[in-house]
């Protein structure tokens, strides 16, 4: 009998770790809103994944809160729980699981790129590595992300006369790619939509320099031309957006290296700049945790599970309910 | 080829009409020659590679990766020259050849040493670069231009009409020298062979009855039957035949029944049509046989081809 079902309930404990639905205790790898929902009897997390949990929730998002810190072990019973870094946002953690038999570990989403804002991914030994596998082909080759922030840095300065409104999650992404920008020299304000100011105060609030950051809302055109403006992607295909003239389209994301796409999508200034692991850093994920068994939970898992496969692995797709696919799993 | 694939990346995302001929003006005035040339060449498709076929390009790839694993990619990402472009696993940092560099290469390679060659220019290209050597390579581009925005782009950039393009255009051969020494009034209109000059044509349109047809002299006017076919315009040289299509498209290859037919030296104006014994068929038949790369036996035989004659604009070299 494994430590951990397929459907991610630790028996022992009596703990589902991410679910979908609500439960008497959760363990919960990270705040993006397809892993860490509300009205739970407790939640068990980082300090900044509750910290980020109650920014959206509210106190009373779920009964009872408690925060572990990174690589600090907790003994539940028969199972000791430890959280390590991740890479994927603030607070992210894989989380380990501990009897004198079995390790498992649950990476969450994760990367393995440099993110100034957060702390870096451990890979965690293991005997069973359950995986995410967002970007799960091998056409998803991310390029250095510091390259893909100078493109908009040269965008802006070759169209110093028009918006450029860049759709990134409010959650992550916004924080990730405003640091970028900070760390190859733009100090000029960056404007947000009004959804991304509590998240960006949040980070800011933890020591993260930010720099000058401003709300969007309430400027005329002529104050946001030749400024770099963030907002979610639903809100670049909006009324919202008709407050910039001309605007240069961009979007920071994973799913950017597919031109086909970035047409679909109607972006002119695609930046490829992802907070999940790419082919390379999962398959170098899974050499890394020495796991001889793989759980796949979400994203493209048919490819994951063949290279697995040809290494002689075990593997198994895990089809979780609830969680995002695609352009909204960010 | 950083500039070229830059360009071509650049025509693939903006939506726009203008925007797009704003690119091809830009690259046009700033890319050197014969790169600028060989670019027009892709872009109208006039530059093709007989030994590189999709099929040869993933044989390649298939060297260096799981034919499996290629599949799945493929089957997501929808288009082969970016399936290959984005898993290609080997990154170097060497310099590439420029545009007419990698043109040169590809026409004089000799066979054996195609594929090698390839390989190593996948390698030392970033993911944009690789796409557009695939793009170029397989002369299957699909980024939203045709060749008439390009020439609609060209015109622009040399303050002439698309008329007087289109009138020289099928006479030019690439990298396009005396073309864009012309555009840049560095040079004088190229000269080239009457019956490869399109010359654009009077379309027929409709008459007010009420308004135009009492004001008409009977005596004035010849009257044409309008048939249901498309009009053409046959160029009739010694060595070469052409046959445009009203946009100036170079249709002859796709009738060669027809083009086999006509000789001597002259420019006809006419009607194209579909039958047996010059009985026109519908429109719907003569459909059968537009756009098409190669005409079998078969469809020669059930749409055989021939022109109703409208008028001839030259006989010979007089007019």
């Keep these: 009998m494994n430590l951990l079902r397929h459907d991610l309930y630790v028996d022992p404990i009596k703990a589902f770790i991410d679910p979908h639905e609500p439960v008497e205790r959760a363990l919960i790898t990270h705040a993006h809103g397809d892993h860490a929902r509300s009205g739970h009897g407790s939640v068990l997390a980082t300090p900044d994944t509750i910290g980020l949990m109650k920014l959206r929730y509210g106190e009373d998002g779920a009964k009872k809160w408690q925060a572990v810190d990174y690589e600090k072990p907790i003994h539940l019973g028969p199972v000791t729980v430890t959280f390590y870094p991740a890479g994927h946002i603030l607070g992210s953690a894989q989380i380990l699981l501990e009897t004198k038999d079995q390790r498992i570990c649950v990476s969450g989403d994760y990367k393995r790129y440099p993110d100034k804002t957060i ?39 070759r169209f110093p006369d028009q918006s450029h409104l860049i759709a990134v999650y409010a959650l ?5 790619l405003i640091g970028l920008m900070r760390e190859i020299g733009y100090t000029a304000p960056i404007y947000l939509h009004g959804s991304m100011i509590n998240m960006c105060s949040y980070y800011q609030s933890r020591g993260i320099d930010l720099g000058d950051l401003r709300k969007a809302t309430g400027l005329t055109k002529d104050e946001l031309k030749g400024q770099l403006v963030l907002a979610p992607p639903s809100a670049t295909k909006e009324v919202w957006s008709r407050r910039l003239s001309e605007p240069i389209i961009g979007m920071a994301s994973g799913w950017m290296t597919v031109k086909q796409r970035i047409k679909q999508r109607g972006v002119e200034l695609p930046l490829v700049i992802s907070d999940h692991a790419d082919w390379n850093e999962l398959t170098q994920t899974i050499r890394d945790t020495q796991a001889e068994e793989i759980w796949i939970t979400h994203g493209r898992e048919d490819a994951l599970v063949y290279w697995c496969q040809q290494q002689g692995l075990k593997a198994a797709p895990l089809h979780l309910q609830g969680r995002e696919e695609e352009e909204e799993a960010e | 080829m950083k500039r070229f694939a830059a360009f071509l990346e650049s025509l693939l995302l903006t939506p726009g009409r203008n925007q797009k001929i704003g690119y091809m003006v830009e690259y046009f005035r700033d890319a050197p020659d014969p790169d600028r040339g060989y670019a027009l060449a892709v872009l109208t498709g006039n530059l093709s590679f007989r030994q590189v076929k999709s099929k040869f390009l993933k044989d390649v790839v298939l060297e260096k990766v799981d034919p499996v694993l ?27 050849p420029t545009l007419s560099g990698l043109v040169e290469e590809l026409e004089s390679v000799q066979p054996a040493k195609l594929a090698p060659l390839i390989a190593e220019h996948l390698s030392s290209a970033t993911p944009t670069e690789r796409w557009a050597i695939v793009k170029l390579a397989t002369g299957n581009l699909r980024i939203g231009v045709s060749a008439r925005l390009a020439k609609t782009a060209l015109a622009e950039f040399g303050g002439k009409t698309l008329d007087e393009i289109e009138h020289i255009w099928h006479g030019l051969e690439p990298p396009y020298l005396d ?55 046959l160029g009739l040289g010694e060595a070469e035949k052409t046959m445009f299509s009203r946009t100036g498209d170079n249709i002859a290859h796709t009738f060669p029944d027809l083009v086999k037919t006509v000789n001597g030296s002259a420019v006809l104006d006419g009607e194209l049509l579909v039958g047996r014994d010059f009985m026109p068929m519908s429109f719907n038949a003569l459909q059968q046989r537009l756009n098409r790369k190669t005409v079998s036996t078969k469809m020669l035989a059930d749409y055989p081809a021939f022109v109703r004659v409208y008028d001839m604009l030259f006989d010979g070299d007089k007019s």
């Design chain 1, 119 to 157: 702390p870096a991914f451990v890979p965690v030994p293991c005997d069973i590595f359950v995986t995410e596998a967002t970007f799960g082909l091998p056409v998803f080759q991310h390029p250095d992300p510091l390259g893909e922030a100078m493109k908009l840095l040269k965008s802006l300065q």
């Design chain 1, 172 to 176: 992550g992404k916004a924080q990730r």
């Design chain 2, 70 to 96: 290629f599949d799945m990619s493929y089957d997501y990402v929808g288009d082969l020259a970016e399936t290959i472009a984005l898993i290609w696993p080997e990154h170097g940092n060497s310099n590439l």
């Design chain 2, 179 to 233: 073309l864009f020494a012309w555009l840049e009034g560095r040079g004088a209109l190229p000269e080239v062979h009457r019956h490869r000059i399109f010359h654009p044509m009077m379309l027929a349109h409709p008459v007010d009855e009420e308004k135009e047809l009492p004001a008409m002299n009977p005596a004035e006017w010849q009257a044409e039957w309008k048939w249901d076919g498309i009009r053409v315009q």
